[in-house]
């Protein structure tokens, strides 16, 4: 159990209320590096870590492990995943080793956390608080 959770109340709501399907972005550390525009998706299946990100946290060829797995996108479009990588991941006081799957895509978010982080770190996310 944790003796600090994160909770969210009425406070916290967007000034123009529930009305609204915002993304739900937060920061991390990883690498002593914060990484802001962290996208938090219950409807990802897998990590996605952007090339991009990847080769601004200093991450080099010899961190990422190969695969051929192949990732559908929101979009429907199908991606080829170029690596793996295991990243430590901090959320506030919640750190993880965490396994993403490395895509060299433009994306709208410098790191996504979907299912397999959610359920690693027990969170719940609140679509109406984001």
Not at 21 to 28: E, K, N, P, Q, T
Not at 104 to 120: C, E, M, Q
Request: glycine share 6%.
């Amino acid at each position: 159990r944790l003796t600090n959770p994160i909770t969210f109340s009425d406070e916290d709501l967007p000034s123009y209320g529930a009305q609204h399907y915002l993304a739900l972005y937060i920061s991390v550390s990883c690498s002593q590096r914060i990484i802001p525009m962290t996208l938090i998706d219950d409807g990802s299946a897998v990590n996605v870590l952007p090339l991009k990100t990847a080769t601004l946290l200093g991450l080099k060829a010899s961190h990422f492990a190969p695969t051929s797995q192949m990732v559908r996108g929101f979009d429907g479009t199908v991606r080829q995943i170029s690596s793996t990588v295991i990243l430590v991941v901090c959320a506030g006081i919640v750190e993880r080793k965490v396994e993403c799957q490395v895509i060299d895509v433009t994306a709208s978010f410098n790191l996504l956390l979907g299912i397999p982080w959610i359920h690693a770190t027990g969170v719940v996310s609140s679509t109406l608080h984001q």
